[in-house]
C-alpha cells in the first residue's frame, strides 16, 4: 500500500470491540455482508479511535462466537496484546472492495442521496440519507430534513425495493419512494 493509500479513501470493515481468550483472539463487529471476507480482503490497517494509523494487519482467522465474531490476528498472541487493540477500526483502500454489477451499489453511496416522491408529476424533496440501519425484516433509510424539504421531520423508510423504492440514481444522488409525505 502506497503512503498516500495508507491515510486516503478508506473504509471501516470492522471494529475491535473486545477481547477473547487468552490467546490473544479480539471480538469483531464486522460491517461485511460476507464476515469470512474479513479474512480475505487486502490490504488491511488498523487505524486507532483518533483515525492514525497504527499498521498494517494480517488476519488468519474469523470465526462466530455466540452472537459475534472474533478474529486472530498475526502476532497478536496473548491477551494483553488483543486488549491494546480494543477500539480500533479495521479499514481498507475503498479500491479494495469487489467490483458491483450493474443496478448494486453500497450503502456509503446511498448516504447524502436526497429522497424525492412524485406528486402530481412534482418531485418534492423529503430530506438527504443520513444513515441506514440493519433490521432484520429489511433495512431502513434514516432520511433528516434539509432547506429544500417539505418539512421538517426527520423520517424513517423502509428499503422495499419496487413497493417503496422506486428508483435509485447514484450518479445524480437521488432515490425516488414511493411514500406518503405525512408517514
Not at 492514525?52 to 498472541?77: E, H, P
Request: glycine residues 8%; proline residues 4%; charged residues 25%.
Amino acid at each position: 500500500m502506497a503512503p498516500s493509500d495508507a491515510t486516503s479513501h478508506l473504509i471501516s470493515i470492522a471494529t475491535i470491540v473486545g477481547v477473547y481468550g487468552i490467546k490473544g483472539w479480539v471480538k469483531v463487529r464486522i460491517y461485511l455482508e460476507d464476515p469470512a471476507s474479513l479474512s480475505s480482503i487486502s490490504p488491511k490497517q488498523l487505524t486507532d479511535s483518533c483515525g492514525k494509523l497504527v499498521r498494517l494487519v494480517d488476519i488468519t482467522a474469523v470465526r462466530s462466537q455466540g452472537k459475534g465474531f472474533i478474529a486472530k490476528f498475526v502476532g497478536v498472541d496473548d491477551r494483553n496484546a488483543a486488549e491494546s487493540l480494543r477500539g480500533h477500526s479495521i479499514e481498507i483502500p475503498m479500491s479494495s472492495l469487489p467490483s458491483l454489477n450493474d443496478g448494486e451499489f453500497y450503502w456509503r453511496d446511498l448516504i447524502g442521496c436526497r429522497v424525492e416522491l412524485s406528486v402530481d408529476d412534482e418531485s418534492l424533496s423529503l430530506g438527504r440519507v443520513d444513515h441506514l440501519i440493519e433490521t432484520g425484516a429489511n433495512d431502513v433509510l434514516v432520511v433528516r430534513p434539509t432547506e429544500e424539504s417539505i418539512d421538517d421531520r426527520e423520517r424513517l423508510i423502509p428499503w422495499l425495493e419496487d413497493d417503496v423504492i422506486v428508483g435509485v440514481d447514484i450518479e445524480a444522488q437521488r432515490i425516488s419512494v414511493r411514500w406518503h409525505p405525512d408517514d
